[in-house]
């Protein structure tokens, strides 16, 4: 099983900033099959990026995600009110498909 | 649009069976694989295993001697039964499509819609 590590945990940040978050891997993801999702309270995940770089269909152009092999960022240029949320990293590689832990990016 | 909508029992006595169903409505029921994610509160979800059309099925290890998943493709719904369920097992229980997005050679399978999810606590 591929076991996901994010960073940080918790990142306060204000409107406007730049938040990178990190996700590794136990081992190499082949192919790039990286996924990130974003979770509000109450709400089920939605889908920002897949194929570790390529935005979901509708996800603004200010979330970005790069990396490979066993690394990989997920980057939101400029933080817009409505990003403040919870975000996971998943393997889509090989069965079990997992998932991070989570990095919570709260307002400072 | 593709859209999930999930029902079954929310809460349940330890050694109880959870039973879970879900709807798919809009889009081809056949083309993709169907799974059932579970999500403890505070922490990050767990894949429980998925199922396509025809019934085949790759489950979680950790969960493989308990679960069972089936399809009924005449009614595009698809079923989650947990077997032997203690307090471990409270969550948040999502249904969800993988979806299938091709780039060249590669086709990548994320999860691109979900069901409402539905509470499910195990207490005695």
């Known amino acids: 099983e591929i076991v996901l590590t994010q960073s940080p945990g918790t990142l306060s940040l204000s409107p406007g900033e730049r938040a990178t978050l990190s996700c590794r891997a136990s081992?190499?993801?082949?192919?790039?099959?990286l996924a990130w999702y974003q979770q509000k309270p109450g709400q089920a995940p939605r889908l920002l990026i897949y194929?570790?770089?390529i935005r979901a269909t509708g996800i603004p152009d200010r979330f970005s995600g790069s990396g490979s092999g066993t690394d990989f960022i997920l980057t939101i240029s400029r933080l817009e009110p409505e990003d403040f949320a919870v975000y996971y990293c998943q393997q889509c590689a090989s069965s079990p498909f997992t998932f991070g832990p989570g990095t919570k990016v709260d307002i400072k | 649009q593709v859209q999930l909508q999930q029902w079954g029992a929310g809460l349940l006595k330890p050694s109880e069976t959870l039973s879970l169903t879900c709807a798919v409505y809009g889009g081809s029921f056949s083309g993709y694989y169907w799974s059932w994610i579970r999500q403890p509160p505070g922490k990050g979800p767990e894949w429980i295993g998925k199922?396509?059309?025809?019934?085949?099925?790759d489950y979680n290890p950790s969960l493989k001697s308990r679960v069972t998943l089936s399809v009924d493709t005449s009614k595009n719904q698809f079923s989650l039964n947990l077997s032997s369920v203690t307090a471990a097992d409270t969550a948040v229980y999502y249904c969800a499509r993988v979806g299938l997005y091709c780039r060249g050679t590669d086709c990548y399978r994320p999860v691109d819609y979900w069901g409402q999810g539905t509470l499910v606590t195990v207490s005695s």
């Open positions: 081992q190499t993801i082949r192919s790039s099959y």
């Open positions: 194929g570790a770089s």
């Open positions: 199922i396509n059309h025809s019934g085949s099925t």
